[in-house]
């Protein structure tokens, strides 16, 4: 069965420290993608990062990275220098071949000023 | 280009009352996601369409929950009658087909007192 698990509930750092969000999924697919959301209070899902099964090359969007290592099936997110705005609920979430995401618990981040 | 339309966007109604949820996906995405999420919970696929037929309604309680997707264009969820658990937030969700570029609505934030 497929799985994502986000062992970390609540999170709370100060204004530029660094953070990691932690995420270990489960799939016996071979080939599989992985995406990271934010859910601002506002409540939409903002679309951060989608990765294929194939690439396990870390990547750098500005001050986010992501961690992407099969054979720990994990594929973590970090902060860099987090800010206020930052502060939000953070979803890892695999699909289904049908499209289906399988989202896990979610991490909130609370970054103080 | 216009992103993934929901209303109502609070709703709150006694118990055993009835309630209806509207989307509007994006143009031309044929695939239309209806997740539910519990407070403290990730989201969790009710209902899956591809175009106006329903590819997964497994985890959609049929008791009271219906779904329908007329045209394969606008979508809209029904609960009747409400019990105070289906109190979460109603995503809609849009892709183009099962490929794996979904859009999130601001969901409907549902409170049955």
């Known amino acids: 069965a497929q799985k994502v698990t986000q062992a970390q509930t609540e999170i709370s750092v100060v204004e530029k420290e660094d953070v990691t969000l932690d995420c270990v999924y489960e799939?016996?697919?071979?080939?599989?993608?992985l995406f990271w959301y934010k859910q601002p209070p506002s409540g939409e899902l903002v679309f951060l990062i989608r990765?294929?099964?194939?690439?396990?090359q870390n990547e750098i969007s500005g001050r986010y990275s992501w961690n992407f290592q099969k054979s720990t099936s994990s594929f973590n997110f970090t902060i860099t220098a987090s800010q206020v705005v930052d502060s939000a609920v953070y979803f890892c979430?695999?699909?289904?071949?049908?499209?289906?995401?399988?989202f896990g618990q979610g991490t909130t981040l609370q970054v103080k000023p | 280009e216009a992103g993934v339309a929901q209303s109502p966007r609070y709703k709150i109604i006694e118990k055993r009352q009835s309630v209806a949820f509207w989307c509007n996906p994006i143009?031309?995405?044929?695939?239309l996601y209806w997740y539910q999420q519990i407070l403290g919970q990730g989201p969790k696929l009710l209902i899956q369409?591809?175009?106006?037929?329903?590819?997964?309604d497994s985890q959609l309680p049929k008791d009271r929950f219906s779904a329908e997707r007329l045209k394969g264009v606008d979508s809209t969820l029904k609960i009747q009658p409400a019990k105070l658990e289906d109190s979460a937030v109603y995503l809609c969700?849009?892709?183009?087909?099962?490929?794996?570029?979904?859009?999130f609505g601001s969901g409907t934030r549902l409170t049955v007192v």
């Open positions: 969700a849009s892709s183009p087909d099962r490929a794996y570029g979904y859009t």
């Open positions: 799939t016996r697919d071979t080939t599989y993608y």
């Open positions: 990765r294929n099964s194939f690439d396990e």
């Open positions: 979430a695999l699909p289904r071949n049908t499209g289906k995401l399988i």
């Open positions: 143009s031309g995405h044929a695939t």
């Open positions: 369409f591809q175009n106006n037929g329903v590819v997964d």
